[in-house]
């Protein structure tokens, strides 16, 4: 009787850890998604002003990277919640975002500016990815994507250093 009783408790702390992770699994594809609209938003309000086409060709390249990195989480969120979209950048986000890039143009549209509003993005972008990476449990799937996430950053920062 008292090993039933146990096992009854074992059970329900297993149902309740599993739930957890679900959950946090849930959380973290939703904000890596966001970071990877929010990315392409960046991208897609930084290219209009860019005079160099190189420096649009790399942009474009990056953006499908975010893109590709965003299908893949919608993909793999549907396994955690089939009912959900993953969040995307918010409009208020967004139009922070917008003015913040147009404030920050006014006076210089110089490639090297440009670069440098992104690559100040990609940076946050990385910051929160090592958070996650570093302070939470997760399915290997999602571990996997993570790192994937910062790792397409990452690169993208080598990249657009030659435009600062």
Do not use: H
């Not at 290219?47 to 649009?56: H, L, S, Y």
């Not at 449990?137 to 690169?155: C, G, H, P």
């Amino acid at each position: 009787m008292v090993k039933f009783i146990g096992s009854i408790k074992f059970n329900l702390v297993v149902k309740i850890s599993l739930g957890d992770i679900m959950e946090e699994n849930i959380n973290i594809l939703d904000e890596l998604n966001k970071g990877a609209c929010m990315g392409m938003d960046s991208i897609d309000m930084i290219k209009n002003k860019v005079q160099n086409e190189d420096f649009k060709k790399t942009l474009d390249t990056i953006y499908k990277r975010y893109e590709e990195i965003s299908r893949k989480i919608n993909k793999l969120y549907y396994k955690y919640d089939r009912v959900d979209d993953p969040k995307e950048t918010s409009p208020i986000n967004k139009a922070m975002l917008w003015s913040g890039i147009e404030m920050k143009t006014i006076a210089d549209t110089s490639d090297s500016k440009l670069a440098e509003l992104l690559l100040n993005g990609i940076n946050m972008g990385i910051i929160e990815g090592r958070k996650i990476f570093n302070n939470k449990s997760m399915d290997i799937e999602v571990l996997d994507i993570t790192k994937e996430f910062i790792r397409m950053q990452e690169d993208s920062i080598d990249i657009l250093k030659q435009y600062l």
